[in-house]
């Protein structure tokens, strides 16, 4: 049919899908780099040091995630091209689940309680806190962050519904999520070098080189001066130049219906500035709790690349874009010893240990 044939409206609405399919959405790639110490290295037996005195070592993690802006085709195959110096791979598959058509069960609503929010660097607690809140009514009233971690403990173990052989075509793939063959990074893994991303519906393929610069940072090292949950406890942790912020909380129960949580400072992202190096937990404010969990996350530096190649103030249309995080978290018990010493009087049984675990990470 040659173009001179077609009316003005047709005209008009082809060249119209044809400007949408130039300026679709790119597909995206999130790289994240993670160096996991204290608890969240050590899993179980790392738990099991701590209440005898000792911290777990540190280890290394990688996520990576493709998203595309539609649904994939059902012969789809997609992998990551990693260096040597990973040791591991090289190819590393990615791979998702078909997603939920919208039909999933509503929520079973939220728990009677509430919640107490400190926040704030010294030795006491700054005049007009806490804040109190309602777990029925909170929603909205602090950022999503604090709602995880108000609400952690409570949903363990209360999977939805899963998407299953009725759900949509996944848009979104994943590692090492579906990896049966993964067994973790070894510890001297390096991200340095090329790396490629190959899928069948992408072209071309994403490729980005990292230097020194991006690769895994140096353990938090999160210390605690004391671990006495009634008094102020100092925190300090190791100095790293790549860290331009770190965040910091804690959170512990006073019983069932009652979360106590402390953040290093609100309304900042990051919580504190890289040059940052102490922060004491407020006197107190686990005083009723058994047990108090304190996290620190480090934001190292973060990379983007994107295909074609933008100059300044350029917008061309992307075809893919990617971005590398490289980050740090570590994590610490308070009251972990007395609590040891408590289950260790009342019984030396393991079921015990069950129970102190389970005090721990709320299940």
Same mark, same amino acid.
């Given at each position: 049919?040659?173009?001179?044939?077609?009316?003005?409206?047709?005209?008009?609405?082809?060249?119209?899908?044809?400007?949408?399919?130039?300026?679709?959405?790119?597909?995206?790639?999130?790289?994240?780099?993670?160096?996991?110490?204290?608890?969240?290295?050590?899993?179980?037996?790392?738990?099991?040091?701590?209440?005898?005195?000792?911290?777990?070592?540190?280890?290394?993690?990688? @996520?990576?995630?493709?998203?595309?802006?539609? @649904?994939?085709?059902?012969?789809?195959?997609?992998?990551?091209?990693?260096?040597?110096?990973?040791?591991?791979?090289?190819?590393?598959?990615?791979?998702?689940?078909?997603?939920?058509?919208?039909?999933?069960?509503?929520?079973?609503?939220?728990?009677?309680?509430?919640?107490?929010?400190?926040?704030?660097?010294?030795?006491?607690?700054?005049?007009?806190?806490?804040?109190?809140? =309602?777990?029925?009514?909170?929603?909205?009233?602090?950022?999503?962050?604090?709602?995880?971690?108000?609400?952690?403990?409570?949903?363990?173990?209360?999977?939805?519904?899963?998407?299953?052989?009725?759900?949509?075509?996944?848009?979104?793939?994943?590692?090492?999520?579906?990896?049966? @063959?993964?067994?973790?990074?070894?510890?001297?893994?390096?991200?340095?070098?090329?790396?490629?991303?190959?899928?069948?519906?992408?072209?071309? =393929?994403?490729?980005?080189?990292?230097?020194?610069?991006? @690769?895994?940072?140096?353990?938090?090292?999160?210390?605690?001066?004391?671990?006495?949950?009634?008094?102020?406890?100092?925190?300090?942790?190791?100095?790293?130049?790549?860290?331009?912020?770190?965040?910091?909380?804690?959170?512990?129960?006073?019983? =069932?219906?009652?979360?106590?949580?402390?953040?290093?400072?609100?309304?900042?992202?990051?919580?504190?500035?890289?040059?940052?190096?102490?922060?004491?937990?407020?006197?107190?404010?686990?005083?009723?709790?058994?047990?108090?969990?304190?996290?620190?996350?480090?934001?190292?530096?973060?990379?983007?690349?994107?295909?074609?190649?933008?100059?300044?103030?350029?917008?061309?249309?992307?075809?893919?874009?990617?971005?590398?995080?490289?980050?740090?978290? =570590?994590?610490?018990?308070?009251?972990?010893?007395?609590?040891?010493?408590?289950?260790?009087?009342?019984?030396?049984?393991?079921?015990?240990?069950?129970?102190?675990?389970?005090?721990?990470?709320?299940?």
């Amino acid at each position: 049919m040659r173009l001179s044939s077609l009316s003005p409206a047709v005209l008009v609405l082809s060249l119209g899908v044809a400007h949408l399919s130039a300026v679709a959405a790119p597909v995206s790639y999130e790289m994240n780099l993670r160096t996991l110490s204290g608890l969240g290295a050590g899993g179980m037996g790392g738990v099991m040091g701590m209440m005898f005195g000792s911290k777990p070592g540190a280890s290394r993690s990688m @996520d990576l995630r493709l998203t595309n802006p539609a @649904d994939l085709p059902p012969d789809y195959s997609a992998s990551h091209q990693v260096p040597e110096t990973m040791g591991i791979g090289p190819l590393l598959p990615l791979k998702g689940e078909r997603r939920s058509g919208g039909q999933g069960g509503g929520s079973d609503g939220e728990a009677d309680g509430r919640v107490l929010i400190y926040w704030g660097c010294g030795p006491v607690v700054a005049k007009g806190q806490p804040e109190i809140l =309602d777990f029925r009514t909170m929603a909205g009233k602090v950022s999503p962050e604090v709602m995880a971690m108000a609400r952690q403990g409570r949903s363990m173990g209360k999977g939805g519904p899963g998407a299953g052989a009725d759900g949509l075509p996944p848009r979104s793939l994943h590692w090492p999520a579906g990896d049966r @063959d993964f067994k973790g990074l070894p510890d001297g893994a390096s991200a340095v070098g090329e790396h490629v991303v190959k899928a069948s519906f992408l072209t071309p =393929d994403i490729r980005f080189t990292l230097g020194a610069a991006m @690769d895994f940072l140096e353990p938090i090292n999160l210390k605690a001066g004391n671990t006495n949950l009634r008094s102020a406890v100092p925190l300090s942790w190791d100095a790293s130049t790549r860290v331009r912020g770190y965040d910091l909380n804690a959170v512990a129960a006073n019983g =069932d219906k009652e979360v106590v949580l402390w953040l290093a400072a609100r309304n900042k992202s990051p919580m504190l500035p890289g040059s940052q190096r102490e922060c004491t937990v407020p006197e107190g404010i686990f005083a009723k709790a058994e047990m108090a969990m304190v996290s620190a996350v480090a934001h190292g530096p973060s990379q983007g690349f994107a295909y074609p190649p933008q100059k300044p103030a350029e917008k061309k249309p992307l075809v893919w874009s990617a971005v590398v995080r490289v980050t740090g978290y =570590d994590s610490l018990a308070l009251g972990l010893e007395q609590a040891a010493g408590d289950a260790a009087v009342e019984s030396a049984a393991p079921a015990g240990v069950g129970g102190l675990l389970k005090g721990i990470f709320g299940r």
